[in-house]
């Protein structure tokens, strides 16, 4: 079983950064993404970004060029470096584990962390 576990959340004016990290535990030999998500009140969540298992990067048309994804597979986490926040940046971050075939493909989420950005 993967357990998942975010930290770094916050509190910050636009214009700040923010540093996300998310740490994997029961980590198998099965392939996994790694992945960010975001879910604002009253709306659904949405892919932040995402490192595959092949080390190939997506980024979501709002964050690219201000949000960094980083991922180190020795130590199973996968980090989120967030410049330039913008108030709609404003939500609750999701890490998102996604373990791919031939494993039996199932994605596991963390808690969440807070993201708040005033203007």
């Known amino acids: 079983q993967v357990e998942v576990a975010e930290s770094g959340g916050g509190s910050v004016q636009a214009g700040n950064a923010l540093r996300l990290s998310c740490a994997a535990s029961?980590?198998?030999?099965?392939?996994?993404?790694m992945s960010w998500y975001r879910q604002a009140p009253g709306k659904e969540r949405d892919l932040v970004s995402t490192v595959n298992s092949d080390g190939s990067i997506v980024y979501g048309k709002s964050v690219k060029g201000r949000f960094t994804i980083s991922r180190d597979n020795a130590k199973n986490t996968v980090d989120l470096q967030m410049n330039s926040l913008k108030p709609e940046d404003t939500a609750m971050y999701y890490c998102?584990?996604?373990?791919?075939?031939?494993?039996?493909?199932?994605?596991?989420w963390g808690q969440g962390t807070q993201v708040t950005v005033s203007s």
């Open positions: 029961g980590i198998t030999d099965c392939k996994y993404d």
């Open positions: 998102a584990i996604t373990q791919l075939l031939p494993c039996t493909p199932r994605r596991y």
